[in-house]
């Protein structure tokens, strides 16, 4: 029996457009690619495809009728110039944190010093800390995860990038640490960073996210950051304080109502609040909303 791929298609963007799934078209598609072994943008060359095709496409369409994150039925997301596995237990890399990473590549590449130190606190899957080892040259990065679960991630998205970050003449050394506990471990990097980027746990504990697919799916560690969603930034704080170097970089993502420099909840207010840093700066993501704030240590 012949399944012509346009009307399936139509149909499966239909019933996820129904159950409110936000981008139902470009879902579908990709549904559709992954259940048949292509790239989404060869679609339009398979005219056809067949029952057992059909049979596993529609078992992926069941799970994204439920709301399961399309990233974790690919089991992939793509981030700035890497591929990371995800799944259960680890949070999906956010485009908007893609700004805050070339914010941070920017400043290591006119750095002279060799090896460039830098910390990822709060690594999840390794968006960040794998990005920067693999976009900058002879860059040692020290990634800090506190969830068993998504240190998993961590370590197989670290040897999937292994080596394209030795090409790099750069290293990734991955730590499962609790940000607020004792990091003794790393003494030897006191004073020596160059530069430290966080995207952290912001959300107040008390805000429900309205998407489905973060709250039922993605780790409620990844999302809560207590009663104002700022405890984690504070450690993130408290850590630049000790580890970073003079004239070192400092990025920590935030919610789009934390980037005041007056009240007492948003992020350059924090920063400002520390007396040790200079060039604080807001910044926006692509969707002209305050996103992460970058300063300079004195
Ligand atoms: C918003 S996710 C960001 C993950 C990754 N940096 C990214 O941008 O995709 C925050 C991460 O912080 C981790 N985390 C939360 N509290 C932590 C803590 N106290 N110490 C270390 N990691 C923590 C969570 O497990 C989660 O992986």
Redesign the pocket.
Known sequence: MSNPTRTILVDIELRLKKVGVPSPRFDAESLMAFSLGIERKRLGLQQEITSDQLRILESLVEKRLRRVPLQHILGEQG?RRIVLNVGPG?????PE?ELLVESAIRYLNELASKPKIVF??????????LSIACEVQNCEVIA????RE?FVYLEKNLQANSEKIIENNSSVKLVN?????NLDILNSYLTKVDAIV?????IPDKMIPREPEVKDFE?G???F?GPDGLN?VR?VLNISDSFLKSRGFIGI?HADVQGSSVEETGVPYLIKQTNSYSKIEDRRDLNGVSRYTVAIKN
């Open positions: 981030f680890v949070f999906i890399p956010r944190t990822d606190l709060c690594a999840g899957s390794g968006a960040i800390a800090l995860e506190k969830s998504a640490a609790d940000i607020s506990s966080s995207n952290p746990p912001y780790p560690m990844a999302l950051g984690v450690e993502e």
